[in-house]
């Protein structure tokens, strides 16, 4: 049977929450950190909507009661607190496999993220993708989510138009990234935000699983 026309040639990942199961320990990481510099701890649902922001970024809106002279030691002391766990975590089941399914496509894959580039470089040696992804950005080399310029890069790198570029993620943060770029989005509900926030933002789909996600990109991308 011949292989279906695709509908995206780039497909934007966002990391955590999406492919990496790190939503919980990010959010336990920031309030320890708020606590670590006596700000108001943040609750979890306060600490896990930032994610998907640009460090900084998000620990100024998880500890608005933090000097901004304090913020160095604040991204100082979320940083000890993940490094000192990040090695338990990883992927969710069913991200290998669907990213390989879709390299077979010859679709580009990148990944659009949050982290810094150092973040990001750990990340995917941990978990042995370095050579999966053609492309990423980070926060720390471009703007952060949700303006559109790190997907705007990625189109002009790999020379895709944003009506064939489809972006992924579990926030807020990444879809009106998508919609400020004119991209297609897809939501996913297993990581830091709630899918019920997400129809304003216009995703093609929300999916709840891995496995739906990888069974949704099959038959439509």
Known sequence: MPMRARQFDLIAFDWDGTLFDSTALIARCIQAAVADVGGTVPSPSQASYVIGMGLMQALAHAAPDVAPDRFPLLGERYRHHYLAQQHDLALFDGVVPLLADLKERQHRLVVATGKSRHGLDLALRAVAL??????????????????????????????????????????????????????????????????ADFAALGPLQVLHSVRELHHWLSTHA
């Open 130 to 195: 370095q050579g999966m992804f053609d492309g990423s950005r980070t926060a720390d080399e471009t703007a952060a989510k949700p303006n559109p310029l790190m997907l705007h890069e990625l189109m002009r790198e790999f020379g895709v138009e944003p009506e064939r570029t489809l972006m992924i993620g579990d926030t807020t943060h990444d879809l009106a990234m998508a919609r400020n770029a004119g991209c297609a989005s897809v939501g996913v509900s297993y990581g830091a935000h709630d899918p």
